[in-house]
């Protein structure tokens, strides 16, 4: 056992879990001033409100043509009302005049629902262009220091950054150690600890070093560095509709092209019936049958899914990545860090035959009050709980603390009459040799029996003596058992990656409830297993920080590099995780999952309005011709004129109404799928069906109370 | 509602489905190369044809080709059919000696058999020789089936295969569903007609003097073999005029249930042989649940509105059902069943003048081909169109679940929405633009028998009836003129390639996708839940496309009926 080593992962586990209590809400810098309900603040609102009005722009409204084809129709009832009203008999002017500004406001509510999800990222944008300042690089010339501005340093190009210096690009650590403040990137306030060599040797540009000093190989040009990257991201400048959008989106115009032609027709049709149907009218209808809702919520769903990881503090490189986690089935699990707190904690004293518990107890608290790891600690409390035993104060005592070294593989105490030390079972083994003790029988069961359990034993040894065993357990996260059931019905496997032996892992994994592990792993086996995952067509995701990471990362449908880790692992993956927490792993899933069912489920309340709006309009349109098709109002609507103009009303309202939903997601549930479309197909296909027909009832009752028309 | 009636009813959906399994597995085998008990006589005929005609039964095709290749066959099909009805006049077997065909109308027939329309803007006995009948309208009654078949196999092979480029060679499809499954069951159905009294005979027609003296000529000729085929391959082309309401053609009860099981018994078929190839039952018997939901659905409006009878006419003094344009022998339930089940299915055979529905009747057919004939639907166009309706429905729903949607494991992407969008969306453009075109044209207009919402009825029948394929008339419609001779002729051609074409690009797309394993986190294509999803997908689809043109058409011209408003 390298105590060193979990010492380390110890403390930076301890950062995590500390930093999970202290998470802050918002991304760095983001504007919270006045808040508003739905967490948008006035200033993004109003931001929002004109750029709804800049997106009426043909060419930018191009890219939706549902809501293109709202713009035309607004723009054709405009001029023919506007005709009719100066030459025409203007018979119509005022209800035309309404259709009119209700298609053009529905134009407007789109526009609106895509400014306000593009609002926050744009906020953070902002935000973070601001700590993206123009800085001083201390160029290395041979042995020469120069100073140039950032923006003029190429790869390859190294610099030396010393305390109090920002970082002025991305890069590797080639020599030296330093403290870092990441807060710029990760909004994260505590330092880390940066240093060449190793899966912790890359620095993010804008960043700080605070202490010491290093020399760093910088390893991205000015416009492609990470918080570039960042800016671009949040900012949606470069954001592709992703597979499955563009897939709805084809589905979404190839209905518009179905109405467009069902309205078209319908002119024929009419006045072969004896029946002159205005082309508001028509307006009307085909604005009222195009799927708008979804047609003009489809985008902001999209950037609300990114902006939703984003908060969590994860950058998804692509929204296509955010999509292919909600058809992820296997996650592989980091042991440490994911699955167990990452440090083993004392859960027992078995002492050897002859020894009272106090006994092995108090030798166990002595050896191990100097000891600042968290197994150390934890003896010490298991001591005091257990055994009553106060902490005592070592230099009183008289006493030398014998620290771990990698030769001894022991740490312990010197008293004045005794030596206690406690260790791995050979390096004990090998002590008492010397001492001319031995290993009792009994004490090795225990042992054996500890290792098979996956736990830890560490034996104590007074002089020549076995005391007994400490019984080192590694701690199963509080609930993650319960997350793995949920994760099952979800029909997610759960694989758990350790580079513990088969039999400590099978331990732990059977506690942990994961699905499959696998023990003794390397980068390369990790990588066979998703492979072989991968051929029997499931689709995998995974996190990882380390360089030897990457080849896995970059083969897993979805691979969430920690952005604690090296450049090559952050390059290899499709998102990256500002907080380096792996658990969030999962949460990424969900995100991607509720993406997917936020789209389903407009588009199936999209589709189901329909129905509802015929049965307004169709009787409405032909009451002149033929009045006996007012059996068809079923909703009983005043007038035809008040039916058409309900029925757009409603239309325009519903996208405005949708738009908290669109933004925040549908309500998710870790349940299996028939269930989730059974109590969706409820709510979005038959709340589909019903709304509108309520919907379209209670305006045009306010319609007529008002006597509008 | 009369006892007996349901009792019919009944004995015909309780035969047709019994049906299902056994023809199903025996598809299955054909498709699948296993062994049959026919292989003693078909194989070496099957060699032969082989060997005759150069074709490497080995060679796997990808779609694009076996589209070319199939549309080479069927156009080489229309033009020796168009060219054959030219030349009807100096060929042999014209005892009547019938000259040749119009051209815009032998244009139209062409397309119409080659397509599996069977829309006849003529009558087989005044028009048609024997050898038009026997060598060119037969002929393509087989080959137009067996299109349908080869383009369903290979879209199931397509769902089945994973990252294969190809999908079926479709040569040896188009061989072995003619001589494997439509030519023994035709043998033995055309046998089974004639000892009915379905007549088959080369003799000249007969004159007759009849009991008032005045001379009738009864036009004769080989009907049974074509009779068959006609209903079996879901063609509808009938040999006379009356099609199968004529005595020759359709002669007893028995021939009624037969001939009725024959147009649905394929289509229904395949849903099992569908099951079978993906390894999953389940998978065949949702989609053949929805289809007789559907199916049950419509029949009930139609035999509603049929037994109701027309208010106008009771006021008379004739109440009762419909009776007009019925053979009395028939009744209202076999007349009712039988316009169900050829427009569930793109047959167009009639044994009812569907223009004499009432109202709310007429709206059953109509509508039953709007919305794309996939309830069973043609030999293998049912299968692949609701297959169609299947994607879309699960790309629309299945995100419900969270999962970017996948059929069969195969992920639902871009290229397959936008082939499955096409699929349905140029058959309804089509009897769409063709109707509109049709009322706002003098042509178009002045072949309408009926003012009123009926004539607009007619003229949607008519479009419908050529992009579904489907060949049944409101026969008020006088549809041999060059307008309406191109136009639908055109529709036909579109409605059946502008189908065809998007499927086999599904299947080639799919083919070459890897398959996801199905897990709890699956869309579940199977269950009752997802057949009443197909179904629901199916209507309002079908609904929200057509009810502004229908609300013109049949549904104001029964509220009008009610009202005793007539034009």
Not at chain 1, 202 to 223: E, F
Not at chain 1, 330 to 355: H, Q, S
Not at chain 1, 403 to 419: I, Y
Not at chain 2, 464 to 471: I, K, M, Q, T
Request: net charge neutral.
């Amino acid at each position: 056992m390298n105590n060193h080593d979990i010492s380390t992962s110890g403390k930076q586990e301890a950062l995590v879990e500390d930093y999970n209590k202290h998470k802050p809400v918002t991304m760095p810098g983001s504007p919270g001033t006045k808040k508003v309900p739905g967490g948008f603040n006035q200033a993004m609102l109003s931001r929002a409100v004109i750029d709804a009005f800049f997106k009426l722009n043909p060419r930018v409204l191009w890219a939706n043509p549902v809501i293109f084809v709202v713009e035309i129709m607004a723009v054709l009832t405009t001029f023919f009302t506007i005709r009719d009203g100066i030459s025409g008999p203007a018979t119509n002017f005022w209800f035309d005049g309404q259709i009119a500004i209700w298609l053009w406001v529905t134009v407007l509510f789109a526009n609106f629902a895509e400014a306000l999800a593009e609002g926050r990222g744009k906020a953070q944008a902002a935000a973070l262009r601001r700590t993206r300042r123009e800085t001083r690089a201390k160029k290395l010339i041979g042995e020469q220091v120069e100073e140039f501005a950032a923006s003029q340093l190429r790869k390859g190009d190294i610099v030396l950054a010393e305390a109090g210096d920002i970082i002025p690009g991305d890069g590797e650590i080639i020599e030296g150690i330093a403290s870092v403040d990441e807060s710029a990137v990760t909004g994260e306030s505590a330092p880390v600890i940066r240093e060449s060599g190793g899966d912790r040797s890359s620095v993010t540009g804008g960043t700080r070093v605070l202490s010491d000093w290093i020399k760093i190989r910088i390893t991205a040009n000015p416009g492609e560095t990470f918080l570039d990257q960042m800016i671009h991201l949040v900012e949606g400048a470069r954001r592709q509709k992703t597979p499955n959008e563009i897939a709805l989106s084809i589905l979404l115009a190839g209905l518009t092209i179905i109405f467009l032609l069902v309205v078209a027709t319908l002119e024929p049709f009419a006045v072969y019936s004896g029946i002159l149907i205005s082309l508001p009218v028509l307006a009307a209808l085909l604005v009222c049958l195009i799927p708008t809702t979804i047609g003009g919520l489809l985008s902001a769903i999209g950037i609300a899914g990114m902006d939703r990881l984003l908060k969590r503090n994860i950058l998804a490189m692509s929204g296509r990545a955010v999509e292919a986690a909600g058809d992820v089935d296997v996650l592989l699990l980091d042991k440490t860090g994911t699955i167990t707190l990452g440090n083993r904690l004392a859960v027992e004293f078995l002492p050897a035959p002859g020894i009272s518990p106090e006994k092995l107890a108090d030798a166990a608290q002595l050896s191990s009050l100097a000891d600042e790891t968290p197994e150390g600690r934890s003896i010490v409390v298991l001591a005091k709980e257990k055994y009553n035993l106060r902490e005592r104060d070592l230099s009183s005592l008289g006493v030398t603390f014998v620290p771990f070294t990698a030769q001894s593989r022991m740490s312990g105490v010197n008293l004045s009459d005794k030596e206690i030390r406690k260790g791995a079972a050979d390096a004990i083994e090998d002590y008492l040799h010397a001492q001319g003790g031995a290993l009792s029988p009994e004490v090795k069961n225990v042992v054996e029996e500890i290792a098979k359990k996956g736990g830890t034993p560490l034996i104590v040894a007074e002089n020549a003596l076995a005391l007994g065993v400490v019984y080192l357990k590694d701690v199963v996260k509080g609930g993650i058992r319960e997350r793995f059931t949920q994760l099952r019905r979800m029909g997610i496997k759960t694989v758990m990656i350790t580079g513990d032996n088969p039999l400590t892992a099978a331990a732990i994994a059977a506690e942990a409830g994961v699905d499959e592990f696998l023990a003794e792993a390397t980068p390369e086996t990790k990588l066979k297993l998703i492979r072989e995952y991968q051929a029997k067509g499931h689709l995998v995701a995974m996190t990882g920080d380390g360089t030897n990471d990457a080849p896995a990362l970059a083969q897993a449908d979805v691979g969430v590099a920690m952005s604690s880790g090296t450049q090559a692992a952050k390059e290899a993956g499709n998102m990256v995780d500002l907080d380096s927490n792996p658990t969030k792993l999962i949460e990424v899933v969900e995100i991607g999952k509720q993406l997917l069912m936020t789209r389903g489920a407009l588009t199936t309340f999209s589709i189901a309005n329909d129905i509802a709006k015929y049965f307004a309009i169709i009787p409405a349109m032909f009451a002149a011709a033929y009045p006996q098709l007012g059996v068809l109002n079923i909703m009983g609507l005043a007038t035809p004129q008040s039916a058409i103009l309900s029925a757009v009303i409603f239309n325009a309202l519903i996208i405005v109404t949708l738009i908290p939903l669109a933004l925040r997601g549908v309500a998710y549930r870790p349940l299996g799928a028939n269930i989730i479309l059974r109590r969706n197909m409820l709510i979005y296909g038959l709340g589909g069906l019903l709304t509108p027909f309520i919907g379209i009832k209670i305006i045009d009752l306010i319609l007529t109370a008002l006597g509008i028309v | 509602m009369k006892a007996i009636d349901i009792l019919q009813i009944l004995l015909y959906l309780v035969l047709l489905i019994a049906l299902v399994a056994p023809l199903g597995h025996y598809m299955f085998r054909v498709y699948n190369g296993e062994r049959t008990w026919l292989d003693r006589v078909l194989n070496p005929l099957e060699q032969l044809i082989y060997r005759l005609t150069e074709i490497e039964t080995e060679k796997e095709m990808g779609w694009r080709e076996y589209a070319a290749a199939l549309l080479v066959f069927n156009f080489l099909g229309l033009v020796l059919l168009f060219l054959l009805q030219l030349g009807q006049g100096y060929l042999p077997f014209n005892p009547q000696h019938f000259k040749m065909v119009k051209p815009d109308l032998a244009f139209n027939t062409a397309v119409s058999f080659m397509t599996n329309t069977d829309w006849q803007s003529y009558s087989g006995e005044t028009t048609m020789s024997y050898l038009t009948q026997m060598a060119g309208l037969t002929v393509q009654n087989f080959v137009s089936a067996a299109t349908g078949l080869a383009v369903a196999i290979a879209l199931i092979r397509g769902l089945t295969r994973r990252t294969s480029s190809t999908i079926g060679n479709f040569w040896v499809d188009l061989t072995r569903s003619v001589l494997w499954i439509l030519l023994p069951i035709s043998v033995v159905g055309a046998l089974v007609l004639v000892s009915q009294g379905v007549i088959q005979n080369l003799s000249p027609y007969l004159t007759v003097s009849t009991l008032k003296g005045v001379g009738q000529t009864i036009a004769l000729g080989p009907v049974a073999s074509q009779e068959i085929i006609k209903e079996l391959g879901t063609n509808g082309g009938g040999f006379f005029q009356a099609n199968s309401a004529h005595p020759f053609e359709n002669p007893t009860p028995l021939t009624n249930l037969l001939e009725m099981l024959a147009i649905l018994v394929i289509p229904a078929g395949l849903t099992f042989t569908f099951g079978r190839m993906v390894n999953d039952a389940r998978q065949g018997r949702v989609v053949l649940t929805a289809m007789i939901f559907l199916f049950v659905i419509f029949l009930a409006i139609c035999y509603i509105g049929e037994t109701a009878g027309n208010p106008l006419v009771s006021s008379l003094g004739a109440s009762g059902p419909s009776m007009e344009g019925k053979e009395v022998r028939f009744g209202v339930a076999n007349s009712v069943l039988w316009t169900t089940v050829t427009t569930a299915a793109s047959c167009g055979a009639v044994n009812t003048m569907h223009d004499s529905l009432t109202p709310l009747g007429g709206l059953v057919p109509l509508w039953q081909i709007m919305l794309g004939e996939v309830i069973f639907g043609g030999v293998g166009a049912g299968l692949y169109g609701i297959l169609v309706f299947v994607i879309l429905t699960v790309f629309i729903v299945g995100l419900m679940v969270g999962r970017t949607p996948e059929y069969l494991g195969k992920k639902i992407e871009s290229a397959e929405t936008k082939m499955a969008t096409l699929a349905v969306l140029i058959p309804a453009i089509t009897i769409l633009l063709g109707s509109a075109l049709a009322v706002a044209t003098k042509a178009g207009v002045s072949s309408v028998l009926n003012p009123g919402p009926h004539g607009l009825s007619e003229i949607l029948y008519a479009f419908s009836s050529g992009a579904g394929n489907n060949g049944s008339a409101f026969a008020g419609l006088n549809a041999n003129t060059l307008f309406y001779n191109l136009a639908i002729g055109f529709t036909m051609l579109i409605g059946r390639f502008g189908v065809i074409l998007p499927v086999l690009a599904i299947a080639g797309n799919m083919a070459g996708k890897k398959a996801v394993l199905p897990g709890t986190g699956t869309f579940q294509t199977t269950g009752v839940l997802f057949a009443g999803l197909l179904a629901g997908t199916v209507l309002i689809v079908g609904a929200l496309t057509f009810f502004p043109a229908l609300a013109l058409g049949p549904v104001v011209e029964h509220l009008l009926m009610l009202y005793g408003k007539t034009f």
